[in-house]
Structures are given as C-alpha cells and as structure tokens.
C-alpha cells in the first residue's frame, strides 16, 4: 500500500514560485501515476496534472497551469514534484497528489486515483 505526504506549500507573492513535493512509501512507487489536483475556495477539487506511468512516463496538464507549471519524478527519491512558477492569485488552494492506474481517458478523473496525501495549503498573495 503506497503512502503519499505532500510537502513545500506556504505563502508566496504573485509571480513566485514554489516546488511541492509528493513523497511515497510503502510500495512500488515508480510503477504509479502520480497526479496533481487542487482544491481551490469555492470550487471543486481539479486536476492539475499528472506524470502517466505507461512503459515510460508522459506528463499531461490542466491547461490553466500549462507552461507555468512542471512536474518531475525521481524515482530514486520516491518522490514526484510539482514546479510551480509565474504563480497568480487564482493558483490558492490546497494542493493533493494521488496514485493510480488511471486509464489515459480518465487522468483527469480523481477517481482514477486510489491513494491520496493529506495536502498541502498554497497561498499567492501580495
């Protein structure tokens, strides 16, 4: 059973950065996808992104974060990490990682994902 823990959210000014990192242990981390959602005040929790474990890795993101946002693994680390820059005040919410298997259809779908973390609180404000 994989055990996730989020960690390096905090406060940060608009246009800062932040990196969250999703820690595992407990299983075979490497053989997971690993998404990100977040659940931002007033709205249902959404899909961030997530790096696709299927043979390789492949990354796919909510296009509201692409080309600010990156997500990394180091496997030897047990760890997946959200870089998250150019960061606006729209971006506050709690952030979660999860593991599954989700099929490519349903990356989006956080019922695809069987394991969550407990969260991690970003704030962007001035």
């Known amino acids: 059973q994989v055990r996730l823990v989020e960690s390096g959210g905090g406060l940060v000014q608009p246009g800062g950065s932040l990196r969250l990192s999703c820690t595992a242990s407990?299983?075979?981390?490497?053989?997971?996808?690993v998404g990100w959602f977040r659940h931002r005040p007033g709205r249902e929790r959404e899909f961030v992104g997530v790096?696709?474990?299927?043979?390789?890795?492949?990354?796919y993101y909510a296009d509201s974060v692409k080309g600010r946002f990156t997500i990394s693994r180091d496997n030897a680390q047990n760890t997946v990490y959200l870089q998250m820059n150019r960061l606006n005040p729209e971006d506050t919410g709690l952030y979660y990682c999860?593991?599954?298997?989700?099929?490519?259809?349903?990356?989006?779908?956080?019922?695809?994902?069987?394991?969550w973390g407990q969260g991690t609180q970003v704030t962007v404000s001035s």
């Open positions: 407990g299983d075979t981390f490497s053989q997971y996808s």
């Open positions: 999860a593991a599954g298997r989700p099929i490519l259809s349903a990356i989006r779908d956080e019922n695809g994902y069987r394991v």
């Open positions: 790096v696709r474990k299927s043979g390789g890795n492949t990354y």
